[in-house]
């Protein structure tokens, strides 16, 4: 994946971005403790959760309607601005104006992360590169979340909030350096009877509420989302209540969940080759309600590592699976706008998750809440086994037409996203040899991807064979002329035939594309004109 510039970039933005965003948690707790004490901690959190889940939405509706490089890195430098005005506030000794730009911190992050996921698909060049930059978010969010709040405590304890808040400011600005050297992206173009841009957030949920298969990747997201807020809790009653190993206790209970993190990470990416993400996706869920049932059943501290661990791995698989499925399933037009929902979804459940904790363990016990929390996604993992492996089969385009596209040199270039989308569009068409696939001067409607036989092409200077893999009709479909030559199949021939409007939209809609495609027509004799 670091091979490719664009999402080496768009990555390093992202590990800087995560850290600022976890560092600010703990600077803004430990500020707001020392200013009033742990109720002002709890009513900052709360506000910012808050603010954060309801402006996610509307927020994400803005990678749907610009470049979502250009609302990254303005969501970068409009945070640099407000955190460094947060470090101006602290200086001055202005409690509550650190909260209200602390707070307003919040709702501007929430339009990078659904920028971010919608924009990879259309960097990744292949299914591997965009499960491997998703294994690579995962695992720079599951190091930001140690890195970050070491470094924005250590420096607060060194030098108080203002430092503290400057260094946050400066992971802000980090990410925005690699932001702008990322390269633009086409929008692509809105059919006239939809109105996506219109609709705004409605849109979304409208491309969620008829597409099953987001419904069920955000719903069982959302309940695993919901059990980490009920971890959260029960982590700290494990290592305080249950094993009694004290407050280093739940330094190394949640160590031990870290290290599973990377670890899933990694199985992760191990597991693309698969080409089963849901599958893979409902082993995460499994595996993450398992670690806490195996803490239920040996409450010891040996049992607690290793469950925890177990629970790590199935976070990191989740996060990748859910993430890269919901990627390759939503329509690019809104997709800003369904990671926007998702966010919100999951910021709810999560907070849903740490305040019911509590009043379950004080009507049922530490252990049987372990068992209750822990038992919720082992069950839906198997209740929608069915709907999952559906879900692959659906979502995976045949090895064959994805072959035939990576055959046609200005085809290969498009991002994966694209890639799918035309091979899926792809008719087999079988023809014996001596059939005439068109003649000069007819129309050009279809391109043909020729992958088995052979054809002639008749030529000024003679007619021309050539064996498959090739293709031909570019030329008219791109300088939108008649047919330039006529051909025929000399060889029993086996093809694949694209509509000349989606390869036109395609070509057209990428720089690297038309370049490429630029190429060809002139190593053919022919100059494609503007």
């Known amino acids: 994946m670091f091979r490719n510039p664009s999402l080496r970039r768009i990555e390093i933005a992202f590990a800087g971005s995560i850290v600022g965003v976890y560092a600010t948690s703990v600077v803004v707790s430990i500020y707001a403790y020392h200013h009033g004490g742990a109720t002002a901690v709890g009513l900052v959190m709360f506000a910012r959760m808050t603010a954060a889940a309801l402006a996610a939405p509307f927020a994400a509706t803005l990678a749907d309607r610009r470049q979502q490089r250009h609302v ?92 503290a808040f400057a260094v946050v400011a400066a992971a802000y600005l980090w990410s925005a350096t690699f932001l702008v050297r990322l390269p633009a992206t ?21 491309a969620v509420r008829g597409e099953p298969r987001l419904r069920l990747i955000i719903g069982l997201y ?23 190993l004290g407050n280093a206790g739940v330094g ?6 870290g290290v599973g993190a990377i670890v899933g990470a990694l199985i992760a990416l191990v597991l693309v080759g698969r080409r089963r993400t849901a599958g893979d996706f409902g082993v995460g869920l499994f595996c993450f309600g398992a670690g806490l049932l195996a803490v239920a059943a040996l409450p010891h501290a040996w049992a607690a590592v290793v469950g925890l661990a177990v629970l790590g791995v199935g976070n990191s698989v989740v996060d990748v699976s859910a993430v890269t499925l919901l990627q390759r399933t939503t329509p690019r037009a809104v997709a800003g706008r369904v990671f926007g929902l998702l966010d919100a ?21 530490v252990r049987a809440s372990l068992v209750i929390a822990g038992a919720i996604l082992p069950i839906f993992a198997i209740a929608t086994r069915a709907l999952l492996a559906d879900v ?27 890639k799918e989308a035309l091979a899926t569009a792809l008719e087999r068409v079988e023809l014996p040899a001596g059939s005439t696939l068109f003649t000069q001067g007819q129309p050009g409607d279809q391109l043909y991807i020729v992958a088995a036989g052979a054809i002639e092409i008749e030529l000024p200077e003679g007619p021309k064979v050539e064996h498959a893999p090739t293709f031909t009709g570019e030329i008219a479909l ?15 021939a086996t093809l694949w035939t694209l509509e000349g409007g989606r390869f036109i939209e395609a070509v057209g809609g990428h720089t690297r594309s038309t370049s490429a495609a630029d190429a060809v027509v002139a190593s053919r004799g022919v100059a494609l004109s503007a």
């Open 72 to 163: 990254m890195l303005a969501t970068d430098v409009t945070r640099v601005v407000t955190v460094s005005a947060t470090a101006l506030a602290a200086a001055a000794g202005a409690p509550a104006l650190v909260y209200v730009l602390a707070t307003l911190t919040s709702v501007i992050s929430t339009a990078f992360r659904p920028a971010e996921a919608s924009l990879v698909p259309q960097l990744a060049a292949s299914p591997e590169e965009l499960t491997a930059a998703n294994v690579s978010s995962s695992t720079f969010d599951s190091v930001g979340a140690f890195l970050g709040p070491m470094i924005g405590a250590f420096v607060y304890a060194a030098g108080g909030p203002t430092p």
């Open 186 to 206: 086409k929008r692509p173009p809105v059919p006239e009877h939809a109105h996506e841009d219109s609709e705004g957030l409605a849109a979304g949920l409208r």
């Open 478 to 492: 791109l300088r939108d002329v008649p047919r330039t030559a006529t051909v025929r199949v000399v060889e029993d």
């Open 345 to 365: 979804a999951l910021i709810g459940a999560l907070g849903l998750g740490s305040v019911a904790t509590p009043l379950l363990v004080h009507l049922v016990g």
């Open 392 to 418: 692959d089969r659906s979502a995976t385009v045949p090895d064959e037409q994805l072959q035939a596209i990576s055959t046609v040199p200005f085809l290969d270039v498009l991002p994966i996203q694209q």
């Open 222 to 244: 959302s309940a695993q989302t919901l059990v980490a807020g009920a971890y959260g809790v029960l982590v700290v009653l494990i290592a305080l209540q249950l094993l009694d």
């Open 252 to 257: 190394l209970l949640q160590a031990a969940t």
